[in-house]
């Protein structure tokens, strides 16, 4: 049984990445069938090397969040995500995420990262750089406090997130 803790997502357009912010691409909406069997997921394209693909969400200094996302990847290498902390200017933490993707299938991206001291505001960037140009669709962006990822808990630009309840099950009319 998976039972899953109290989450909330706070990426507030978790499957709609025209409200992203891109830089030197283009973004075509519903483009392929995302994990959830919907023609939902979002192609991008990119036209250059400095390339960006991110949101800013609002953080709690010092706690630990870890970012979700799928990606089928059609071309490119060197894949980066990056953290960026907007209250204090300066960047968390550059990762590749390479080594995490499956051949031309969806992969589902993770990593964890804490938020520096004084850090209320965040830059989430599902690809801030790479060593060519990619070609990707991406799908279910989730950013939810705690060291691991759980399911995907979808958003459609709700501020403050979306919050999934803690699961319980519970045993009734069950002899010693």
Same mark, same amino acid.
């Given at each position: 049984?998976?039972?899953?803790?109290?989450?909330?997502?706070?990426?507030?357009?978790? /499957?709609?990445?025209?409200?992203?912010?891109?830089?030197? %691409? &283009?973004?075509?909406?519903n483009a392929i069938? !995302?994990?959830?069997?919907?023609?939902?997921?979002?192609?991008?394209?990119?036209?250059?090397n400095g390339l960006d693909l991110k949101i800013t969400v609002a953080v709690v200094a010092g706690q630990t969040y870890t970012i979700s996302f799928y990606i089928k990847l059609e071309s490119g290498t060197g894949l980066q995500g990056r953290f960026?902390?907007?209250?204090?200017?300066a960047n968390i /933490?550059?990762?590749?995420y390479t080594s995490?993707?499956? %051949? &031309?299938?969806?992969?589902?991206?993770?990593? !964890?990262?804490?938020?520096?001291s004084g850090c209320i505001e965040m830059q989430i960037?599902?690809?801030?750089?790479?060593?060519s140009l990619v070609t990707a669709s991406f799908w279910g962006a989730q950013f939810e406090q705690g060291s691991?990822?759980?399911?995907?808990?979808?958003?459609?630009?709700?501020?403050?997130?979306?919050?999934?309840?803690q699961d319980i099950f519970t045993r009734d009319g069950i002899g010693s």
């Open positions: 049984i998976l039972a899953e803790p109290q989450r909330t997502n706070i990426i507030p357009y978790s /499957e709609d990445l025209s409200q992203w912010t891109l830089v030197s %691409g &283009t973004i075509t909406p069938v !995302s994990p959830d069997g919907t023609q939902n997921a979002d192609k991008v394209v990119f036209s250059s960026y902390d907007n209250s204090n200017g /933490e550059y990762y590749d995490q993707i499956q %051949g &031309t299938e969806w992969s589902r991206i993770t990593r !964890s990262v804490t938020a520096p960037w599902l690809l801030a750089t790479s060593s691991y990822p759980t399911s995907l808990i979808p958003t459609s630009g709700q501020s403050g997130g979306v919050t999934r309840n």
